[in-house]
T-cell receptor, first 116, second 114 residues
Framework: AQKITQTQPGMFVQEKEAVTLDCTYD???????LFWYKQPSSGEMIFLIY??????QNATEGRYSLNFQKARKSANLVISASQLGDSAMYFC?????????????FGTGTKLQVIP | DTGVSQNPRHKITKRGQNVTFRCDPI?????LYWYRQTLGQGPEFLTY????????KSRLLSDRFSAERPKGSFSTLEIQRTEQGDSAMYLC????????????FGPGTRLTVT
């Protein structure tokens, strides 16, 4: 079974500051993928960043980076230089690679509000 | 634009009626997923297609729910005899066969059952 835990229901960050959104996971699959998605108030889920379980380096995509600590089973999202447009819900998700279907499990999300 | 599209965007129906939603995936994606999302929660997996084959179905999907993907292109999700508990956002996503399998989502269909 897969489980994603996001312990921060809401976060505030000052514009231009960095913020870290926490995510821990649990799986018995030896191979898996970790994702972060952004969901603005409009409702559409936007893919941000991916980390494979065997990737040696932490993933980065522009202002987004993923702090992957495999032994701790954590995959925190770091947003640098926050912008007002970053205000949204953020979901951590995991894909397990055992069996024929790679099921994706989502966390409950963190609501980020960027303060001017 | 070649993103995932969903229709309708909003649907209000009376309890007991049937509803059908449509999803058009990104054209080169062979995998298609349906999720349900309620307020304050992350998306919950409903079902998955690879091409036209429905390969996985969640226990959340009661007998009142059925999904199809004829010819491996667009997909439909039908809910029969709707109940108030079916009120939610229904999200469709698609992915390619690449190593990452990241899913790209449509804007969703918001269903309200009165």
């Amino acid at each position: 079974a897969q489980k994603i835990t996001q312990t921060q229901p809401g976060m505030f960050v000052q514009e231009k500051e960095a913020v870290t959104l926490d995510c821990t996971y649990d799986t018995s699959d030896p191979s898996y993928g970790l994702f972060w998605y952004k969901q603005p108030s409009s409702g559409e889920m936007i893919f941000l960043i991916y980390q494979g379980s065997y990737d040696q380096q932490n993933a980065t995509e522009g202002r987004y980076s993923l702090n992957f600590q495999k032994a701790r089973k954590s995959a925190n999202l770091v947003i640098s230089a926050s912008q007002l447009g970053d205000s949204a819900m953020y979901f951590c998700a995991m894909r397990g690679d055992s069996g024929g279907y790679q099921k994706v499990t989502f966390g409950t999300g963190t609501k980020l509000q960027v303060i001017p | 634009d070649t993103g995932v599209s969903q229709n309708p965007r909003h649907k209000i129906t009376k309890r007991g009626q049937n509803v059908t939603f449509r999803c058009d995936p990104i054209s080169e994606h062979n995998r298609l997923y349906w999720y349900r999302q309620t307020l304050g929660q992350g998306p919950e997996f409903l079902t998955y297609f690879q091409n036209e084959a429905q390969l996985e179905k969640s226990r959340l999907l009661s007998d009142r729910f059925s999904a199809e993907r004829p010819k491996g292109s667009f997909s439909t999700l039908e809910i029969q005899r709707t109940e108030q508990g079916d009120s939610a956002m229904y999200l469709c996503a698609s992915s390619s066969q690449g190593a990452r399998h990241e899913q790209y989502f449509g804007p969703g269909t918001r269903l309200t059952v009165t």
